[in-house]
């Protein structure tokens, strides 16, 4: 059983790394059920299910439209059981020549060490503005 502690601490080893411009532990955390939902109703936003969806569907599409290493800056970490909060913000530029420096909330969802479900909470207009539509994918749940 993961405790509260387990939980953050996996969590704020995610995000130093983050910070440091590396996502593999991030994706090694992911359990291969994992559920990544973007709020809002922007093109990007709605449900990621599964570990290749989110791979494939929302991080690789989303990583080649960056000029640049996508870093991030931890401000807080929160946790509560099984749920730990993140606010952070990053910075990236596009190669569009657009500035992508949005702020998030991260709400996780910790399951046996693994990240079961992520909650995304992100300025959508800053989305609209610097950042191309996702292609077309399979049809899918919509958040918002």
Known sequence: MNTTTDNKALVQRIHAELDKGNGQLFIDSLADDARWTL???TPWSRTYAGKAAIREELIKPLFAQFAGPYVSHTE???AEDDRVVVLFSGDVPTKAG???NNRYCYIYRLEGG???ELTEYFDTALVQEALEAPPASAPHAHAG
Do not use: A, F, P, S
Request: glycine residues 8%; charged residues 50%.
């Open 98 to 100: 657009k500035r992508y």
């Open 76 to 78: 807080r970490i929160i």
């Open 114 to 116: 693994k990240v079961k």
């Open 39 to 41: 709020e809002g109703t």
